[in-house]
């Protein structure tokens, strides 16, 4: 019995559906990552909102130490004020190489949710407090 031509292609097309969603998946279990695989410092840029007061934006230097140990100093802006800051505390990074933070200083207390890209050269974080809506994007100082 031979395919219609409309038979071949969606057999075709559902060959490479599953071939394509199952790829990324493949290679996110082979990454391997790590709390070690966040080890050294990353230039980080923030921009956003904290709702009910206004807009925030801030650059920091964030040092991880392979172990699960992390400190961000920086400087930030809310709505117009403009404050240094120190904070400290720990992350998690998940074999899917996604991962969260909690740091404390001046007290507050930050908790946030990040993905690892670039062999873990880069960062992109999300603030997860509620009243929050603020995107990071953090890059290695030395990727080697």
Not at 41 to 58: L, N, R
Not at 116 to 135: A, K, M, S
Request: glycine residues 14%; negative net charge; hydrophobic residues 40%.
């Amino acid at each position: 019995m031979e395919l219609s031509k409309t038979a071949k292609a969606i057999s075709v097309f559902a060959i490479f559906a599953v071939a394509f969603t199952a790829a990324p998946a493949a290679r996110a279990s082979g990454m391997g990552c790590s709390n070690a695989t966040l080890r050294g410092a990353y230039s980080d840029q923030d921009t956003g909102t904290i709702v009910g007061v206004g807009p925030f934006a801030g650059v920091n230097l964030d040092t991880f130490d392979g172990r699960g140990n992390l400190k961000i100093s920086g400087i930030s802006s809310l709505n117009g004020s403009v404050s240094e800051g120190l904070s400290t505390g720990t992350y998690h990074v998940n074999s899917d190489c996604t991962g969260t933070y909690t740091v404390s200083g001046g007290g507050i207390t930050v908790d946030a949710f990040f993905v690892i890209d670039h062999d873990g050269n880069d960062l992109r974080i999300v603030i997860t407090d509620p009243g929050t809506v603020i995107n990071c994007i953090a890059r290695k100082q030395d990727p080697n």
